[in-house]
Structures are given as structure tokens and as C-alpha cells.
């Protein structure tokens, strides 16, 4: 049987996103034209906010990330756009270095998501809320080749595209009901792409009976990394021009509700600290 960890996993001990920036540092000074030459040259113990006694098998697992970085160092364009809270464009480095940040965090969060969410026999991420919640649906959003692994009713339609679930007018069905008055479960592609929606005391319909997901091994990206999540970036919904425009965001969102942000809050916010953001705990489901 698992047992609750009484210590945070190493990885939020030891964030490698200030190992990611020093790498960027060294490279962009010294005469490398790859990000694997510099990493080659850290073979002992080195500080960055904190200490990586092998940097090497810290930042192994992030190499294809952070390759990225190589684009300082060319001219060329980068497919997507970073723009401040203001709307003003960010700097080519800048918008690299958040970009970069973004994905290691969401695959180093994912894991240890994982780890912890595994642990609890917590099925909250997997029902809809309680009759008397304030919510009258959530939503877990999904990739295009992620609805097939749901057995659910789909829901595609001109009226569906034109919304999205959070929409103060929310989408009426067919029938005339509000999309989130069905009984059951269903999938919807909204203007931004596909989600299960989960109204009042439903459940995701991998969720088995003993309180684990059915589908574990396959289960959407959403649910690996469910409560803490990195919000370097935001993508900005009024984009649509082809090239991903996102906004600087520089926070990390934890949810409150979930049994092992309480467990970890401070170290959560010492691992939001140490990757230079601003740690924000929030409740979503009362
Ligand atoms: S797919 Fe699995 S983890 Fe995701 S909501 Fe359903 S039961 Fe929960
Ligand atoms: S609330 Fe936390 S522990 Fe519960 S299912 Fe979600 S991630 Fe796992």
C-alpha cells in the first residue's frame, strides 16, 4: 500500500529551473554553439539558488528543453510571441528564457504532481462539484487526440464552437437546457479546442469505483499535473493570427483544495521562490 510522504519530493526541494538559467548564462558567454558542450563542462557540484551536486543528471532529463536556448545565438525568427501584462512585446531572450521556463516546469511539476496525487486516495480532479457548490460544472480540458480514450456523448456544433464553458451566456443545447444541466458527463469542443465537462455530482467516467483512475497509464496531460501548476505564460485567446502569442504571466498557481498543496505549501512556495515567481494558492472547487 502507498504511503502518505511525510517530505516533499526532491524536485520541489530542488527546482532545476535557476540550473536551466546558469547553463543559459554560461552559454551565451563562453564559445559554445551547443547547449549539451555546456552541460558536458559541469562535472562537479555546482550553486544556483541551490546546490546540484551532478548538474549533469539534473539537467539530463531537460536537454531536449533546453536546446532551445540555442535560438539566442541564431537569427532565427521564434514561432511565437511574448507580450507583457501591458501588451507591450517582450525581448527576444526575455520571451525564450519564460518560454523555455514553461515547459520544464510543466514536466518537472507533472512528476511530481504524479508522485503526490498518487499517494492520496483523493478523487477530486475527477467529479464535478458537490450539489451545493457554488460551480455548476468544471471543466478538464483536453487535447484533440485526447477525447477518444472518454466513452462520452460528444458535443460539436456551430453554437458549441462560437463559446467557451466560462462564457457568461453559456451555451444552450438542442433541446433548449443549459449545456451544463445534462445529467452525464460529455465532451465539447469549444472555440478554444475540446474539454470534458463535469456537471453538478457527476464523475469522469474512468474514475473506478475504488477512487483510481481507470485509465491511468493513458490519462490526459491535464490530469499528471492537476494542482500545481506552471503559469509563466499564459496563451493569449485573442491570438489567432498563427504565430502562439502568450502573455508574462511569472507566477505559479497551486489549488488549495487539493490535500497535498496543504501538505507542501511551504515548500511550494519556497520552489516558486527559488525559480523567481510568484507563488498564488487559490480555491477552485467550493
Ligand atoms: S481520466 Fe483519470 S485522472 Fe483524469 S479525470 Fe478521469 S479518472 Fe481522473
Ligand atoms: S485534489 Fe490533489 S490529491 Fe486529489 S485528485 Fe486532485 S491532485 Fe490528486
New binding site residues.
Given amino acids: 500500500m502507498n504511503q502518505k510522504p511525510e517530505i516533499a519530493p526532491a524536485g520541489l526541494l530542488q527546482p532545476v529551473l535557476p540550473l536551466a538559467r546558469l547553463l543559459l548564462l554560461l552559454f551565451l558567454t563562453g564559445p559554445f554553439s551547443r547547449i549539451e558542450d555546456v552541460l558536458a563542462e559541469l562535472n562537479e557540484p555546482v550553486e544556483s539558488q541551490c546546490r546540484y551536486d551532478d548538474p549533469q543528471a539534473a539537467a539530463g532529463p531537460y536537454l531536449d528543453i533546453l536546446q532551445n536556448f540555442t535560438a539566442v545565438k541564431s537569427n532565427k525568427l521564434l514561432d511565437f510571441i511574448v507580450v507583457d501584462e501591458e501588451n507591450h512585446r517582450l525581448d527576444r531572450m526575455e520571451a525564450l528564457e519564460l518560454w523555455v521556463g514553461q515547459q520544464i516546469l510543466a514536466r518537472e511539476l507533472g512528476g511530481i504532481n504524479s508522485l503526490l496525487c498518487g499517494n492520496e486516495h483523493c478523487?477530486l480532479?475527477?467529479t464535478g462539484p458537490k450539489e451545493a457548490a457554488r460551480q455548476n460544472f468544471f471543466e478538464?480540458p483536453l487535447m484533440d487526440d485526447e477525447t477518444g480514450?472518454f466513452n462520452l456523448t460528444k458535443i460539436d456544433s456551430a453554437g458549441s464552437r462560437r463559446h467557451t464553458a466560462g462564457d457568461d451566456q453559456a451555451l444552450e443545447l438542442d433541446d433548449g437546457q443549459l449545456f451544463y444541466h445534462r445529467e452525464n458527463p460529455a465532451l465539447y469542443h469549444w472555440r478554444g479546442g475540446w474539454s470534458l465537462i463535469l456537471p453538478r455530482q457527476t464523475s469522469?467516467p474512468?474514475?473506478g469505483k475504488d477512487g483510481r483512475?481507470?485509465?491511468?497509464a493513458k490519462?490526459?496531460v491535464v490530469?499528471r499535473q492537476p494542482q500545481i501548476f506552471p503559469y509563466l505564460l499564459e496563451p493569449d485567446a485573442q491570438g489567432g493570427t498563427g504565430t502562439a502569442v502568450y502573455i508574462a504571466r511569472r507566477k505559479l498557481l497551486a489549488i488549495w483544495d487539493c490535500p497535498y498543496v496543504k501538505q507542501f505549501r511551504e515548500q511550494i512556495a519556497a520552489y516558486a521562490e527559488l525559480c523567481g515567481l510568484e507563488p498564488i494558492f487559490k480555491e477552485n472547487k467550493a
Fill in positions: 478523487d480532479c475527477c478538464i480514450i469522469c474512468n474514475l483512475c481507470l485509465i491511468y490519462r490526459p490530469c
